[in-house]
């Protein structure tokens, strides 16, 4: 029994959408993006785009909800608009927004990475200078260390991100691949351009 349960666990954290989708995805999704976002408001640290995080001149806590919504909204669009055209199945829209919801829960994680005192340090060092004199930087290593743990979790939300697509608008092979990287690094230059209106 526990090697079965353990098991269940593992296939879990790779791909949730096998249990949870639709309303209970979204609540669970929305909840996280609460927490995300409040985490972010008290480090300081923000979403310029999906793959695009650090410091920002807006501290203003409208900007940082912004960020989290539009992180969420602009690639669970673009999932919806690609499984339209290339699925051949009905697609619920509350299916891709709640599993694209849920599959950014590991940013909350990222988040928290971001609230220790290396990084916080990390975000007011001046990367202008020479490399020399910024690797001289008290908790420099520390922080580009911990930036480094903290982007697996990145990559966690990124194959949630996919698996949700794959679940959510029932595609495989290429239309999968290509539809998912569009999505993603497309949709990362769209998050830029609309989070940095904020600014």
């Given amino acids: 029994d526990r090697v079965v349960m353990k098991k269940q666990w593992l296939n879990f954290l790779v791909n949730p959408f096998e249990w949870i989708a639709g309303g209970q995805a979204l609540g669970w999704g929305l909840l996280g993006m609460v927490v995300s976002t409040v985490i972010c408001y008290l480090s ?7 793959l695009h995080f650090g410091p920002a001149p807006n501290p203003a806590w409208w900007c940082y909800a912004v960020e989290h919504l539009v992180v969420w909204i602009v690639p669970a669009v673009l999932f919806y608009l690609g499984g339209l055209i290339l699925s051949r199945s009905r697609i ?7 599993t694209v919801a849920f599959a950014q829960l ?4 990222m988040n928290l990475f971001n609230m220790l005192p290396p990084m916080q340090n990390l975000a007011k060092i001046d990367m202008n200078v020479p490399p020399m004199e910024l690797m001289a930087q008290p908790g420099f290593l520390v ?9 697996i979790f990145l990559v966690w939300a990124l194959v949630w991100m996919f698996k949700a697509l794959k679940v959510s608008c029932n595609l495989k092979g290429y239309p ?3 539809l998912y990287c569009v999505a993603v690094f497309g949709g990362d230059i769209l998050c830029r351009y609309l989070i940095g209106l904020c600014y």
């Fill in 143 to 151: 922080g580009i260390w911990l930036s480094l743990i903290g982007m």
């Fill in 176 to 178: 999968l691949g290509i």
């Fill in 92 to 98: 619920r829209v509350i299916d891709v927004l709640g």
């Fill in 106 to 109: 590991p940013f909350i994680f």
């Fill in 44 to 50: 300081g640290w923000h979403y310029h785009g999906l």
